[in-house]
């Protein structure tokens, strides 16, 4: 089984960034990875998609431009750089993997074996 235990979240104001970390129990260099985030009462949404040796990249468009994926191999994490942030993107971050090549341009969540705990993002004033 593969351990993911994200870091970075809190309370920030609207126009600040912030940065997430993901890191694996294991090597993540053939893994296909993505962040999701989700809000009380809402469904748990993919906003950053990455696929093995962080080739290729894929965002929704409510993030696009504002939020880069990006993962480091030798340290088997990966990241979420969240610039522009704004009080709609509160929400519980997730990272998730999946240890075999998927097409991150049509993922959801049910493509994802591994899940962490999820860090909290707050956007507030």
């Known amino acids: 089984e593969v351990q993911l235990v994200e870091s970075g979240g809190g309370l920030v104001q609207p126009g600040g960034f912030l940065r997430l970390s993901c890191v694996s129990s294991?090597?993540?260099?053939?893994?296909?990875m993505a962040w999701f985030r989700q809000s009380p009462g809402k469904e748990r949404e993919g906003i950053a998609f990455?696929?093995?040796?962080?080739?290729?990249?894929h965002y929704d468009a409510a993030v696009k431009g504002r939020f880069t994926i990006s993962q480091d191999n030798g340290k088997n994490t990966m990241f979420l750089q969240m610039d522009k942030l704004k009080p709609e993107d509160t929400a519980m971050y997730y990272c998730?993997?999946?240890?075999?090549?998927?097409?991150?341009?049509?993922?959801?969540?049910?493509?994802?074996?591994?899940w962490g705990q999820g860090t909290q993002v707050t956007v507030s004033s």
């Open positions: 998730a993997a999946v240890e075999y090549y998927i097409n991150i341009q049509a993922a959801r969540a049910r493509h994802f074996d591994y």
């Open positions: 294991r090597s993540i260099s053939s893994f296909s």
């Open positions: 990455i696929s093995h040796a962080g080739r290729n990249t």
